[in-house]
């Protein structure tokens, strides 16, 4: 994984303009203060109409899975998060060496049947690909790589 600048609390983190690296463990509130890292950056860079909820939604189910199944919560480990703005979007790649994901794709997570509870792993996926564009996997060496782009635009529709 590429080196950032150390902050304090553990994490770290690399600031390029519209460019923003951070480095943290992949504990609860590890992934809650970059969240809020990653916020700080961007908010004040917002145009009109643009907002950061749909990025946050969807990188808080992804790093949550990188929490509990890439890692775990008794082992967790350190986790890479790149975001660059692109036009109205915000391209993120999250980098870990905990475990590939089965079959070495992003699963499929479709919405259960009505009244059902949704499988582990089942909706948190639906949500990501329903938000997110352009939702990349792969495997590098030991490292686990998704990439995926977040609309900013707070008209976005399905």
Not at 28 to 36: T, Y
Not at 68 to 81: D, L, S
Request: contains cysteine; glycine residues 14%; charged residues 25%.
């Amino acid at each position: 994984m590429s080196g950032c600048i150390t902050l304090n609390g553990g994490g770290t983190a690399a600031r390029w303009g519209d460019r923003l690296c951070l480095q943290f463990m992949s504990t609860p509130r590890a992934v809650r203060r970059a969240l809020l890292g990653m916020r700080e950056h961007y908010e004040r860079r917002l145009g009109p109409g643009q907002s950061l909820d749909l990025v946050e939604t969807v990188l808080a189910e992804a790093l949550n899975n990188i929490g509990e199944h890439a890692y775990t919560p008794a082992a967790p480990g350190r986790v890479e998060m790149h975001l660059s703005r692109i036009g109205d979007g915000l391209a993120v790649e999250l980098r870990d060496r905990g475990a590939a994901m089965p079959g070495g794709r992003v699963p499929r997570g479709g919405l259960p049947p009505e009244g059902a509870l949704p499988p582990e792993g089942g909706f948190g996926w639906f949500l990501i690909r329903t938000l997110a564009e352009d939702l990349r996997y792969c495997r590098h060496g030991d490292e686990n790589r998704l990439h995926l782009l977040v609309s900013l635009r707070k008209d976005k529709t399905w």
